[in-house]
T-cell receptor, first 114, second 110 residues
Framework: NAGVTQTPKFRILKIGQSMTLQCAQD?????MYWYRQDPGMGLKLIYY???????DKGEVPNGYNVSRSTTEDFPLRLELAAPSQTSVYFC?????????????FGEGSWLTVV | KNEVEQSPQNLTAQEGEFITINCSYSVGISALHWLQQHPGGGIVSLFMLSSGKKKHGRLIATINIQEKHSSLHITASHPRDSAVYICAVLSGGGADGLTFGKGTHLIIQP
């Protein structure tokens, strides 16, 4: 199993550009998450999904969008990039619900907006 | 919203020392996770626990639900244990995921 695969690992964007961070998991997990990690801060939830076709906002959703058309894939779209979106992004997945289980993270995507 | 506090924020110790990292939270939880993040960023789940104690190799995690407190212990610490250790809690059904502490940056010197 590959686990959670995130791409790209590094990206530099100019202000106003858009991009999509890709996330795929091969564990048939129903719950998927996007977090951002800023220096000295805990991970913050951007968006989450409890299954294909279902997404919801987390704590810091502004400037982002997501879709979940399949169980495996959960891409994060950044529209009109701003310097405040410079961060490290992590995708994660788990089998959630009544039997919440180990959470698996992608390797992270380092994004710089200049 | 649950508040998760970790202490210490930074810890430097000598190889072989017994290490303790603490985590406290403000609201009742379904489960607590300890995670490890190495330089280069990858995050790995070490433990998930909702009561008592778990052990894996040189790592031991304990939780006291009544006191809303958990500890992560490392016995016979080694330089390869150097990493950021993150406490995260799950509240309710957990659809909206975990609430994370800021992490404890551990350095083990040879």
């Amino acid at each position: 199993n590959a686990g959670v695969t995130q791409t790209p690992k590094f990206r530099i964007l100019k202000i106003g550009q858009s991009m999509t961070l890709q996330c795929a998991q091969d564990m048939n997990h129903n719950y998927m998450y996007w977090y951002r990690q800023d220096p000295g801060m805990g991970l913050k939830l951007i968006y989450y999904s409890v299954g294909a076709g279902i997404t919801d906002k987390g704590e810091v959703p502004n400037g982002y969008n997501v879709s979940r058309s399949t169980t495996e894939d959960f891409p994060l779209r950044l529209e009109l990039a701003a310097p405040s979106q410079t961060s490290v992004y992590f995708c994660a997945s788990t089998w959630g619900g009544s039997s919440w289980n180990t959470i698996y993270f992608g390797e992270g995507s380092w994004l710089t907006v200049v | 919203k649950n508040e998760v506090e970790q202490s210490p924020q930074n810890l430097t110790a000598q190889e072989g020392e017994f290490i303790t990292i603490n985590c406290s939270y403000s609201v009742g939880i379904s489960a607590l996770h300890w995670l490890q993040q190495h330089p280069g960023g990858g995050i790995v789940s070490l433990f998930m626990l909702s009561s008592g104690k778990k052990k894996h190799g040189r790592l031991i995690a304990t939780i006291n639900i009544q006191e809303k407190h958990s500890s992560l212990h490392i016995t016979a610490s080694h330089p390869r244990d150097s990493a950021v250790y993150i406490c995260a809690v799950l509240s309710g059904g957990g659809a909206d995921g975990l609430t994370f502490g800021k992490g404890t940056h551990l350095i083990i010197q040879p």
